[in-house]
């Protein structure tokens, strides 16, 4: 046993998606750290598709346990995972990512240079040929680019690659379970976790990959919903800082919209752009939809 390398509890949130997360377990179960030195706690979000044999196959290799609740989102998953983690250490993915190999190295790595830190790691997506994953993924790039260009000063992590300290995480509360849906909890976590002090650190070695289908439909849907999640962080942070409502300059769109050309020099980068527009006009949708919403309660 080499207790120099940290405990970690690794979360994951799932609901109905038994094939992802064998996947996802098995990207676990192939982890280069000491077995004894992590756990998995798989959260079962009141679905109608068991995760038990997804869980059940993988058990001789890998230190996991199933925990249910009723249906009531990602965040509540993520914070009763936590409540019966055992690490010092936690750690979040998601059921539809695989973390590489070194990604808990890596983390422990971190935490051992900066114990108090919350960190971030690389994602990436998985599904190359699918076009609306890559303009997703294409998006939380730039987020990252532009929200977390001072290394001192990052802003914003997503919680499918994500990793702080149990008691920094208590300390403010967990994630907001208000958030019913996956639609910018992890903003509303990492806003609070700066306001308390803590320090954002990106962790570029611990990797996961990312492998979200996406078709129109639910390529709208995803961000329709994250326009609902962006008019509920804007609020909230209105409320703290006693202020109306901030949103981003109209050159923060724009320049989101030349995103894809300064990241792929192909013939795709046209499209890719009109896709990043057809995201925006959902988030804008779904933004709206939850302001006026708000307004008639």
Known sequence: ?????????????????????????????????????????????????????????IRHQLNVRLLKQLHSGPAAARNYGAAHAKGAFLAFTDDDCAPDPGWLRSLATCFLSCSDCV???????????????????????????????????????????????????HAVGGFDVGWTRAAGEDRDLCDRLIIRGYRLKYAADALVRHAHSLTFRTFWRQHFNYGRGAFRLHQLRARREARGIRVEPLGFYLKMLGYPFARTQSRKAALLAALVWVAQIANAAGFCWEWSNGKRA
């Open 1 to 57: 046993m080499d207790n120099s390398r940290p405990f970690i509890s690794v979360i994951i949130p799932t609901y109905d998606r038994a094939g992802q997360l064998s996947v996802c377990l098995e990207a676990l179960a192939a982890q280069d750290y000491p077995r004894d030195r992590f756990e998995v706690l798989v959260v079962d979000d009141g679905g109608g598709c068991s995760p038990e044999d997804s869980v059940g196959t």
């Open 119 to 169: 960190l971030g790691g690389r994602t990436i997506n998985e599904l190359a040929n699918n076009r609306y994953s890559t303009v997703s993924q294409l998006v939380v790039e730039y987020l990252y680019a532009r929200w977390n260009s001072d290394p001192d000063h990052m802003t914003f992590f997503t919680s499918n690659n994500l990793a702080l300290p149990v008691k920094s995480f």
